[in-house]
């Protein structure tokens, strides 16, 4: 039988009156009655209105789950933009890292007069600093036809620019909520993070004005973008926005005259969020002349394919890859993202965690470059604020090869978190962390939602 919330306050209201008068109500008091609830978090791999699926029919415990993921305030116009090119999108999640990547990447190519990716790789962080500023493609690319110095701004990059390693120095979060199956917008809350200060000052090459409206043999035109998105896998959940932000770049590129010239071409391909498949699509994308990789979705995935990448001599520019072992990678100067690194989400989830007043709490990450690397930067924010070994208990799980794999098995996990008592259990992955949830349910672990 089902007891509502009010329901079950009323009897304990009644309980307690009849203990101060008579000692009872103590042994005899159901467990359920008491235990402490527990509360879910999670990050930018499932705070997503597409995750709820993937617990099929038990879609309802993620009923009051909160999290936090990179994101600024969308202008409803870019929204709408967005939608012309994929109606059903529903979620708006690294769509404008997406949008950004491939407008820079086009920025870059025009300012350098060529679709070397060399070429294109110096004048990247240039791009997002100093110069004139410029807010539209059409605005932009125009200033860089002249040669002119360009600051672009625009859907995720509003305040600084890129840093030296070419990332963004500075970001916005989005705290998420829940609601049901849904995440409520009304309730989000937005946090900017970040160090305007640490944006590069180094200038770029100097820009080469594009002669005439006709291509220059030299150039190499046209620009080849390779995609290298989660069309499936463990983070396939989270491809419509970035495609959708992707194809909307590349629209109004080429509605703008494009590149050098001629328009610019995308040659689809996905990381399966399976280094395998990764690896397939980028020496494939090598074999057909590809200038600038845009992915790869998940960071593990970026690592593995990096050094094939550089090998090759192209660019690979993730709209999604938040990992801080990224920010020192080998990458002879070809990695840049628009997503910022977890250092700073971080910061932002271990506030959202610490407002709720939590007792103890279970961090659980799957085991990768990402899960890993933001499971130690929030045990440290939690640390600092006071929680200390005995209140934080850190566990991981192996993603599994691809998505079609068996469910992982966190039956022990999800006892262990039981028996620990936390009452805050943060769960970083993508689709696949649903299981977590379904076995700290099964393990009648008193999850906030199930007594709603």
Known sequence: MHMSRGSRTAILAVCATVLLATSACGDDQPEEATAQQVRLYGTDGNMLNSYPDELEDRAGLVDGMK??????PLPEDFKNRLRSVDPRLSDYLYAAEAYDAVVISALAAQLAGTTDSAAIAKQIVGVTNGGTRCATVNQCLRLAREGTDIEYR??????????DAGEPATASYATLHFDGQQLNEAKMEFVGAGDDNAASTKKPPAGRPQSGTFT??????????????????DLALANPPMAAGAALAIKEINAAGGVLGEDVVWIDGDDGTNPTVAKATVASHIEAGVHVIIGAGGSGISTAVLPDVVKAGIVLFSPSNTAASLTTADDKGLYFRTAPPDGLQGRALADVILR???????????????????QDIVRGELERAGFGGDKVKLLGYEPGEDAEAAPINFSDGAKQIKDFGADAVLIIGFGESAAVIRALADAEVPLAALAR
């Open 67 to 72: 999290g936090t993921t990179p994101l600024t």
């Open 154 to 163: 625009s859907a995720s990059i509003t305040r600084a620019g890129f840093t």
């Open 216 to 233: 220059d043999p030299e150039s190499g035109a046209p620009l080849v973008l390779g995609g290298l998105l989660p069309k499936t896998g």
């Open 356 to 374: 709720d007043g939590p007792q103890k709490i279970a961090i659980v990450a799957r085991q990768d470059s990402y899960g890993e690397g933001l």
